[in-house]
Structure formats: structure tokens, C-alpha cells
């Protein structure tokens, strides 16, 4: 069987008898394991975090989908909890959690992502402390554990203004280690941190007026991530696998907005035709155009003269991913006629349509004072015909419609007159007759002394 393990009160630490190994990934025991953690970590989170530590300092061959499952428990409780913690629950827990993420040399995602998440919630707050740890597992000329990279990806990524004052440093340490990375994971991971320190450094910069240091420029990282840039494009860009592609042009995108500009405006007519290349290599373009918009974006923030040449590829190869993009959704949802050639080929039919308007535009635009001028000026001289005419007409239609109003006004008074004092009259005094002898019979039956007092 496996060692036991801990089932927590406030004030104890107690263990269960014994777990088979059988039952080390069984979802019902972990999910039991989880919940006592959580539980204990609700009532007392600093000391959910302390028996943690202990428990795996005192059980060192425990296996690691258990210690996973450990810390990331005490990942969720640091992230419900954290304005709870004191410093030295903190430290405590970024040391054990920077150990239990380096002790195994190779990659084990789930158990070194778990400690890795215990270290990026604790910097959110106690940001110091966990650089303190994590920067001894980060020496210079020793290509540094992978998720010490991701680590600080992340804690870039949590806490802007706490992590940008140190990516100077970082930078400048990880920059020659660039050069000795040879497996393709190692690579993927320094482009992901390369990217998660751009985009930090970028929104930084953006509300510079809240950081905590405003003095930080956008040129204290322009050497480091220009030689970082170059290096990627060049050597690690045409990578045959596809994985490693993707993570560089990740990287690139917010990066070119932080490198110098002479150097982006140099590279520029390079950049561009390599990564519109990927397109053809690459079946989902997202991230393609992804970096591809945030380069364009870049290059037009410095006013590149670069662009212009570039113009007629860009034009062809974009507005073939848009033809493309209706094509894509119809095979998703299994429409057979899209392979027979339903959507048409526009590709080459845009850049010279283009071309040709724009000309067309510019001539008709030339003309069109002109022409709106002559057509302005007949509407006026029909309009002011009509109005002439309208009043010439309008008193004699006036005078007409007032004679045949009177005549009609006079018809219909005598119309009137008539059947009020002859039929109306007529008829009211009949009916009035015929009540007053029906009412007056019928009183004389009801009351016939009344009749006899008068």
C-alpha cells in the first residue's frame, strides 16, 4: 500500500489507515482527499497549508499524483484566502512549492503545474517572496528547469506591476541561454515566457500613470527583446515542427512592439513573406494572423515605408484567408457541394479589381463636382417652373373650391332645416302623444284616487 494520508481537524493532524495502490487514481478516493482538504482549508487556511507541507516533507516517496493533488488543493485555498495569509504562511508555502516543482529533472506536467500554481497565487500578494524562490532555481549559464520559465510566464501575467521591475534582470540572465535550448519543449517554453513578458511589459506601459515605478520605458527591454527577436525569427521560426513554429509566432507578435525600430524596419521585408509562408503549412491560421496583425500593427505605430512593398502579397494572401474562411465553416458542418467548387477563386481577381477601382474611383470623384453642379442646377429650374405654376394654379382652384363649398353649405342647411321642423318634429310629438296616454292610463289604474282629488 501507498503511505497514508492526512485527514485534517483545526487543531490535529490525524491519517487515514492506508490507501491500496490500486486506489491511487481512483476519482473517489481523490475526490474524498479534496474534499477534506477544502474543508480544512476553509476554516484554517494557513494551517491547511502548514500540515500540507509537513505531510509531504515527512512522506517523500509519496507518489506524485498524489502530491499533485495536494497542491493543488492548496493552490485553490491560497486563491480563496489569500488576504488571509501571513508572511510566514506564505514563505513557507513558496518554498515547498519551488522544491516539489523542481525536484523531478524531467517534465511531469501535472504535479510540477500544480506546485507552479501554489507559486503564481502567492505572488499575486507576496510577490517578493516568491521571487526569492524561484530566482535560486534560476542561475545564470544553466539552461533553467521548464517550469521555472512558465512560472514566471505566469506570474507576469497575474501581476503586472509587481513582475515588470524585475524582467530587466530576468531578460538579461535568459537572453544567452536562448542559444543553448536544443529540445523542442525547452524552446516552446522559452517562447511562451518571452511572450507572457511582452505582453506584461505592454500593459504596463499602458497604464504607466498607476504603476508603482512611472520612470520604466519601453527602451529599458528594446536590446534584449531585439536580440531575442532576431534570434527566433531566424533559427527557430523555420523549425520543422509545427509546435515550436507556433510558439515563436506567438512570441513575435507582441514582442515587435518592444524591439527597436530600426531593427523592426529592417527585418520587416523579411518578417512579412516568412510568415505569410506559414499559411500554406499550417491548417488552423489563427495564430498566424494573430501575429501577423499584431506585427502590422507595429509597423505602422513607426511608420514604416517597408509596408508598401509589401502590399501586393499581403493583399493576396489576406483576401485568400477570407475566401477561404466560408470554406472552412461549410466543411464543418459537412457541406458536400464546398469541394465541388461552389465558393468561387477571388484570389487573383482582388488585386487587380483594386487596383482598377481605385483608379475608376479617383476619375469619377474628378467629375463628380461638375456633374453634381449641371444636375443641381436643372432640379432648381424644374422646381422653380413647377412652384410658378403651382401659384398661378392655386387662387383659381381656391376660388372653385370655396363656390362649391358654399353651394354645398347652403343645400345642406335647407336639407336640414327641413327634416328637423317637418319629420323630426313630426315624429318626437307623435311619440311624445302616444307616452303621455299610455303613462296616464296606467298611473289612473295604479292610483286612481289621485284622479278623483282633481
Known sequence: SSAPFPVFSRNSLSVFPGIPSSTDKDPEVQEQIRNSLSSLGNADPEE???????????????????????????????????????????????????????????????????????LVELGKKFL???????????????????????????????????????????????????????????????????????ESILEYLAARDQAPDPTIRRDAFAQELGAAFELLFHAWLPHRDAKVRLAVLEALGPMSSLIPEEKLEEQLPKILPGILGLYKKHPEPFPISKSLCQILESSVGIGSRSLEAQLDSLLGTLLAQVREFPGILLQSQDFSWNSAGFIPDFSGIFPGFFQNFSQIFFKFFWDFPWIFSRFFGD??????????????IFPRFFQNFFQIFTGFLGDFSWIFLGFFFKDFLRIFLGFFWDFSEIFLRTFSEFFPDFFRIF
Open 379 to 392: 432640379v432648381s429650374q424644374i422646381f422653380l417652373g413647377f412652384f410658378w405654376d403651382f401659384l398661378g
Open 128 to 198: 517578493n517572496k516568491v521571487m526569492e524562490e524561484v530566482l535560486g532555481k534560476f542561475q545564470p549559464g544553466i539552461l533553467p528547469h521548464p517550469a521555472v520559465l512558465r512560472t514566471f510566464g505566469n506570474l507576469a501575467a497575474a501581476n503586472v506591476f509587481g513582475m515588470v521591475p524585475f524582467l530587466n534582470s530576468i531578460l538579461g540572465t535568459l537572453l544567452p541561454m536562448l542559444g543553448m535550448a536544443r529540445a523542442d519543449s525547452m524552446k516552446c517554453t522559452l517562447c511562451f515566457a518571452l511572450q507572457r513578458f511582452s
Open 48 to 118: 491547511m497549508l502548514e500540515c500540507c507541507g509537513e505531510y509531504l516533507r515527512q512522506h517523500e516517496k509519496l507518489p506524485f499524483p498524489f502530491r499533485a493533488l495536494i497542491l493543488f488543493s492548496m493552490g485553490s485555498v491560497i486563491r480563496s484566502h489569500l488576504q488571509d495569509l501571513g508572511k510566514g504562511s506564505a514563505a513557507a508555502a513558496a518554498a515547498l512549492a519551488a522544491r516539489e516543482m523542481t525536484r523531478a529533472k524531467e517534465e511531469i506536467w501535472e504535479w510540477q503545474e500544480a506546485a507552479s500554481q501554489v
